[in-house]
């Protein structure tokens, strides 16, 4: 956490409270973490933008814990638990210590409830848009982690969860739909990171991955990663809202629920894994023989695979 | 590396031949990395924001370098060998194919001078400045780092290199002073991380850190950490101009020497660390007794400390 002399007071104040001894006070030039003996890392970094990646007038305490569990979500699709983060922040001259207060306090929620504390990471000021950065570090035993490879055709597609709440929340959190108690904006502002499925897939799921932009189009990732082609059945997706239209939520993106492979011989282990994990998971469709894709069919077999898979970040 | 459909193509044929198999080609949620044996682990995270802390119309080749030295010197200041970094980026409309091809080739080229690879990141779009985040991952035996605590009174102040290079450099890369050859611009736009110094002053050095908000700010640091003030003889310090006015050069930051403390009984160990890495070290003051702060005095012993100490990133 380089900052510098009158500011140094402020952010510190705010930001020490949330880091252990492995992050030396964020006092140091960077942090001391002894790895688990035998442990492998697992590391992802994910940055978010205001007015990109959340909405500028997001209440501060969820902006810092969307991206917290966006990486935590990127942790529990490889099985993994967390260790701790580092954080770099652009702050534009227009926040100020009340904001700053507030986004502090949302992440010392979320350290409590997943277990990891700050590590390190950096302030700096920015003429442009709010910048956050967050890099994860997580541990599996080795060889345990789950990883986008290994679907084969012949093994069922499964994923958490609903699907469309990320999408169905960021028009709620707009006004643009109905959201009398405010649960789809909270959806999209603070998604559930699957970690404890995740734990459970371990030997168990072939592929994993976490739904971030789009049912669809990270279906096709697995598809690419274990060069096999996929069919989703629109009617067996979990989706948030059945009035809603089921292309919009299969490619709207921000659901980070758990999608993966598993042996059709393994339905019930999955099933129970569920269970044991607390997190629904509902068998929508199958990998089969063929190039890369992911068709979207309808309960006559018709396909309906929309034109555009998901979300674009760019 | 979470980038989506259309241009996923575009920034993974840049970004995927600069990480390893740790990074799984940058294809899955996160890199997976077995740690060294035994081995500490050293975290570190800075950011960059266009016209903030470079300059937008540098060369793309210099400006993922940059980032990645600066937190090479996060390294090198506690005595830590690299292992690899994650990398966000917010890219503006206006970034095109042959901007990143510069920019990933100049990465490529630290990656191969620096022994470490891209172990993953993100790629996202912004409507204001470019902005990049880095996370370093280093390595020291346990209990061998070096921190900015543990200077004691008594202790010999030292410096690596020459100090002001990164002032005189701004200056020279916005055309303010005359830089011939570009020497001065090429220090701003890539610092020398002092890792085999860092080595070198492994069991050594009392405390340590890298100067990059300004020689005397960084050395109020170490007093802070080690609860006793200093001394710096502006008549010692190793400046690159002896032109330039000593207290900007002493205030001027983007320096990325190591400033460090050792006892006076070490002197020739240190002058000999510094020959073995091959790097100047200049003894340019000491610690001393009283409350944690830093006076500037000229050969006459007179104070001559400016108010401001040094540089504010915000």
Not at 270 to 289: K, N, S, W, Y
């Amino acid at each position: 956490m380089q900052v510098s002399a009158p500011e140094f007071s402020m952010i510190a104040r705010h930001f020490r409270p949330l880091a252990g001894p492995e992050g030396l006070d964020l006092l140091d030039d960077a942090a001391l973490l002894t790895p688990p003996p035998g442990a492998q890392l697992v590391l992802a970094a994910d940055a978010m933008v205001a007015g990109v990646h959340f909405l500028p007038d997001d209440p501060p305490e969820t902006i810092g814990r969307k991206l917290l569990r966006v990486n935590l979500s990127d942790l529990a699709a490889m099985g993994a638990t967390p260790l701790g983060y580092l954080m770099t922040i652009a702050l534009t001259p227009e926040t100020d210590d009340s904001w700053l207060a507030g986004f502090v306090a949302g992440l010392a929620e979320d350290q409590a409830e997943f277990g990891l504390r700050v590590l390190g990471g950096d302030t700096v000021s920015t003429p442009g848009q709010l910048t956050l950065s967050l890099t994860i570090l997580g541990q599996v035993p080795p060889g345990a982690a789950l990883t986008r490879a290994g679907a084969r055709p012949g093994d069922d597609l499964w994923v958490s969860g609903r699907i469309g709440d990320g999408w169905l929340g960021l028009r709620a959190a707009r006004g643009e739909i109905p959201d009398p108690d405010g649960a789809l904006a909270r959806r999209y502002r603070l998604p559930e990171p699957r970690l404890a499925l995740g734990l459970a897939l371990r030997g168990l799921a072939r592929a994993a991955m976490d739904v971030s932009d789009g049912l669809l189009q990270d279906a096709s990732h697995l598809c690419r990663a274990g060069d096999c082609a996929a069919v989703v059945e629109a009617a067996l997706v979990p989706v948030s809202d059945a009035t809603a239209p089921v292309t919009a939520l299969v490619t709207g993106g921000d659901d980070y629920e758990l999608l993966f492979a598993a042996a059709p011989e393994d339905r019930q282990a999955v099933l129970e894994a569920g269970l044991a994990a607390r997190t629904p998971v509902t068998r929508i469709g199958r990998f089969t023989q063929g190039p890369a894709r992911v068709n979207l069919t309808d309960q006559m077999g018709a396909d309906i695979t929309p034109a555009k898979l998901g979300w674009s970040h760019l």
